[in-house]
Every structure is written in C-alpha cells, then in structure tokens.
C-alpha cells in the first residue's frame, strides 16, 4: 500500500507536460489521512484542505517517499510556533525564515488555513495537486489554485479527486444534458462547471438565513 502511495505522488509530482490536467486516483490518496481529503494542493506542492492529518506527519511521509535527489526537504506550516517550517533530507528541522533551504527546492504542503492568502516564492516550474472535496465551491478551489502564483507561465496544476467525487462531477454534467466526449473521467471544464453548481446552491441555500438575521 504504502508503494502504491509512492507511485501516485511520484507520477503527480513530476507530471510537468500540461499546466492543467484532471487525473483519478484510486481509494487511497497520494498522501495517506485517517479520514478524507478535502479541498488543497501539492506541487512540488500539496495543498490538503480539512485533513485530518498533521502537516508535520504528512512531512515525515513525503520525506521517506519522494524521488531521491528531486527535493532538498519539506516546507509546511507548524502550528506550534506559528511559522513555516523546513525540514531537510537529513532530518533537521529549521523555520524557514532561518533556513539554508528556499522553498523552490523543497516539496510544500498547504493545509486548508494556508490555501488562502499564503505566498511562497514556488519553483518556476512547480506542479500543483489540487484535491477536490465532495462540496468544494469556487473560492476556495479558486484561492488553493492560486497558490501558484505563476500557474500557466511555467506552473502547472493537476486536479485530483477520489472515485465518489468523479461520480457528482459526471452526474453533475449528465443531468445538464453535457456529454463526457467518450471519456469515463470528466474534464477540466466539467470539474469547474460542478463547481460552479456547488457555489451557485451553497449561496442558495445560504440566503433564507441571512433573510432572518435582516440581510
């Protein structure tokens, strides 16, 4: 299993051929969590958006299972001191502000916190893995995207999801009459398209509250 997961992270990790692509994984995740991933992103990046796991656990993962010689550590936020951290290939642990090790050369986690607003100087041509929750709307799919401040210009990101995500998102396209094109995955278009649904009944459902507090 823990092969598997390598794999995954791996082939995600180096895939640097689109600046967007949608790809399916199986049951597991890249990384694993004691329950589900949620909305985020990897790249040379991962952003995991209400993970159950720890970003320092996640760190020790990837540190035992990224490609030798592609990275120099892990940079995630500690939540303990309230900083980015680096932990590098031989096992130390330094705030990045203090490190010897930038984060262009390092493998970055985001957690759901850090997917908005946080602005890391990223490698020119990191890759992106951005996880996709069942009931992910626009702006936070929009703000962990946007880590990449460079997506499109040397940047790339790859959309993933687990197999009952890639179900609403094909149900989601077959009710509004949108053909799949022969593929059994959807696309990047119907991937937002769904997402767009998600924000357009999440506001709806939203508005009979804000009628009875005044708004």
């Not at 640097?16 to 969590?33: D, T, Y």
């Not at 130390?92 to 490190?99: A, F, N």
């Amino acid at each position: 299993q823990s092969s598997a997961h390598a794999s995954s992270l791996c082939r995600i990790a180096c895939d640097s051929k689109q600046h967007c692509a949608v790809c399916w994984i199986g049951r597991q995740p890249p990384i694993p969590c004691k329950e589900s991933l949620g909305a985020g992103l990897a790249l040379d990046v991962y952003c995991s958006a209400q993970c159950m796991l720890h970003c320092r656990d996640a760190a020790t993962y990837v540190l035992q299972h990224m490609p030798p010689g592609r990275y120099k550590g892990v940079c995630y936020y500690e939540p303990g001191s309230r900083q980015w951290t680096v932990r590098d290939t031989v096992g130390r642990v330094t705030p990045l502000l203090q490190s010897p090790t930038a984060e262009s050369e390092c493998f970055v986690i985001y957690d759901d916190a850090r997917c908005r607003g946080a602005d890391l100087k990223l490698n020119q041509l990191a890759v992106g893995l951005l996880t996709l929750a069942p009931g992910i709307c626009k702006d936070k799919m929009m703000q962990a995207a946007g880590r990449l401040r460079q997506l499109g210009r040397g940047q790339t990101l790859v959309i993933t999801g687990l197999p009952d995500v890639r179900d609403k998102v094909a149900a989601a396209a077959g009710a509004a009459g949108l053909s799949q094109g022969g593929s059994r995955d959807p696309s990047v278009l119907r991937v937002l398209q769904w997402v767009m649904n998600n924000t357009v009944q999440d506001t709806q459902y939203g508005v009979p509250e804000h009628a009875t507090q005044g708004m």
